[in-house]
Each structure stands twice: as C-alpha cells, then as structure tokens.
C-alpha cells in the first residue's frame, strides 16, 4: 500500500530520481460480487492468504469480510459489482 505514497516514494528514491504522480480513478466491474471473488481469489495475495489459513472458520470469517467490504463501496443496484476506485499513478525516472 505505501506505493501509493507520494511521502514513501519520495523517502525511498529522494534526489536519485524524478517523481511524477498523478491520481487516477478506476471503476471495478463484475458480474457479481461473487465473480470478484472467484476472480481475486485465483491468483495474487488473496490466493496466498487463503492457502494459509487452516481453520475453516478463520477461512469463512475472511471471505465473510470481503463481501461485506464490497457491499461497503458497491454501488450497482441490479446484482453485478461496480467499484469507484482511486490509485496513484507513478513514473520514476532515474536521474544521471
């Protein structure tokens, strides 16, 4: 997360190189917050998370959280998923 930092990046590259950082917006759409979880779920962190946990109510209580945090920030009325998001787009370029 703290690559979406401008204070983080500039403490990490400083005067080496220039920063250009821009916010962006992106909007998430599935078919079904159930689609984002099959989806999210094949590969990446929550693929990793998931193998991890043992217990199958650690396991339940974890995707119990995630739909209700897609419920938070959902805001389709027919069924599918549409997600407003906000990134930071960053371009480093080392300086000579």
Aim: charged share 25%; aromatic share 14%.
């Amino acid at each position: 997360m703290l690559w979406g930092n401008r204070a983080h990046l500039d403490a990490l590259f400083g005067s080496r190189a220039t920063i250009v950082a821009e916010s962006r917006n992106f909007v998430f759409r599935y078919k079904s917050p159930e689609h984002w979880f099959e989806v999210f779920c094949s590969y990446g962190a929550l693929l990793k998370a998931f193998e991890e946990i043992d217990d199958p109510q650690a396991r339940a209580a974890l995707e119990a959280d995630l739909y209700a945090l897609l419920a938070d920030f959902n805001i389709a009325m027919d069924g599918t998923l549409v997600v407003p998001s906000e990134y930071l787009e960053v371009v480093i370029t080392k300086r000579r």
